[in-house]
């Protein structure tokens, strides 16, 4: 075989294999915010969490996605909104193809969510047990099962349906890394020690979002 035939061999081939590739690729439709909004739990309510979801997985490249913050909320008569029921069916993947859970049963029980796979909107790893600074900490208002807390149950835990930046009041987080606490939830870990950006940061966080691609 002389080399312009293999020369064309390869390129036939480059061919074939090129629309196979792009099919097996996944979608990213998770992701841990790299950054917070900078204003404690204050997020501008739960649509300023969903705009901040939006706006880093556009300049990450995501386009044609509704993207939706994993946020439940407080109602002082009735459960407020729950997280689970905002953010589509599922599958979701990071950054990097990795599944995190193929539906959302799956997800509220037994996900692949844990420090490797957490990832940010870049693929990058979110700091956690161990590093310096910690900021496992994840604002959701949620219980482990995704539902929001009724009001009798011990009040509210949105920071006031994410509006508040104040010193007093608390917001339940969950720890992407898995760890700590006694408590290795995701998504319901411990109440924040307060709404404002130095209350998160003194129980290990800085204010970060997990996002869901809910189309």
Same mark, same amino acid.
């Given at each position: 075989?002389?080399?312009i035939t293999?020369?064309? *061999?390869?390129?036939?081939?480059?061919?074939?294999?090129?629309?196979?590739a792009?099919?097996?690729?996944?979608?990213?439709?998770?992701?841990?915010?790299?950054?917070?909004?900078? #204003?404690?739990a204050?997020?501008?309510?739960?649509?300023?969490?969903?705009?901040?979801?939006?706006?880093?997985?556009t300049?990450?490249?995501?386009?044609?996605?509704?993207w939706?913050?994993?946020?439940?909320?407080y109602h002082e008569?009735?459960?407020?909104?729950?997280?689970?029921?905002?953010?589509?069916?599922?599958? $979701?993947?990071?950054?990097?193809?990795? %599944?995190?859970a193929?539906d *959302?049963?799956?997800?509220?029980?037994?996900?692949? %969510?844990?420090?490797?796979?957490?990832l940010?909107?870049?693929?990058?790893?979110?700091?956690?047990?161990?590093?310096?600074?910690?900021?496992?900490?994840? *604002?959701?208002?949620?219980? #482990? #099962?995704?539902?929001?807390?009724?009001?009798w149950e011990?009040?509210d835990h949105?920071?006031?349906? $994410?509006?508040?930046?104040?010193?007093e009041?608390?917001a339940?987080?969950?720890?992407? #890394?898995?760890?700590?606490?006694?408590?290795?939830? $995701?998504?319901s870990?411990?109440?924040?020690?307060?709404?404002s950006?130095?209350?998160?940061?003194?129980?290990?966080g800085?204010?970060? *979002?997990?996002?869901?691609?809910?189309?």
């Open positions: 075989m002389n080399k293999l020369l064309a *061999l390869a390129a036939s081939l480059a061919v074939v294999s090129t629309p196979a792009a099919q097996d690729a996944k979608p990213m439709g998770f992701f841990v915010t790299s950054v917070g909004i900078g #204003d404690g204050n997020l501008g309510g739960i649509e300023g969490g969903d705009a901040h979801c939006t706006k880093l997985a300049a990450a490249g995501s386009t044609g996605r509704t939706k913050a994993y946020l439940s909320t008569d009735k459960r407020g909104i729950s997280a689970r029921d905002r953010i589509g069916k599922g599958p $979701w993947y990071n950054a990097k193809g990795d %599944l995190i193929e *959302l049963d799956q997800l509220h029980i037994m996900p692949n %969510l844990l420090k490797r796979t957490a940010d909107e870049n693929g990058n790893l979110i700091k956690g047990r161990g590093d310096n600074p910690n900021e496992h900490d994840i *604002l959701t208002g949620s219980k #482990d #099962d995704g539902t929001a807390y009724f009001p011990k009040g949105t920071c006031s349906n $994410w509006t508040s930046s104040a010193e009041g608390s339940q987080v969950g720890h992407h #890394d898995r760890h700590g606490g006694g408590n290795v939830s $995701w998504n870990a411990h109440a924040s020690r307060g709404c950006q130095e209350k998160l940061k003194s129980s290990g800085a204010g970060f *979002l997990y996002c869901f691609a809910a189309d």
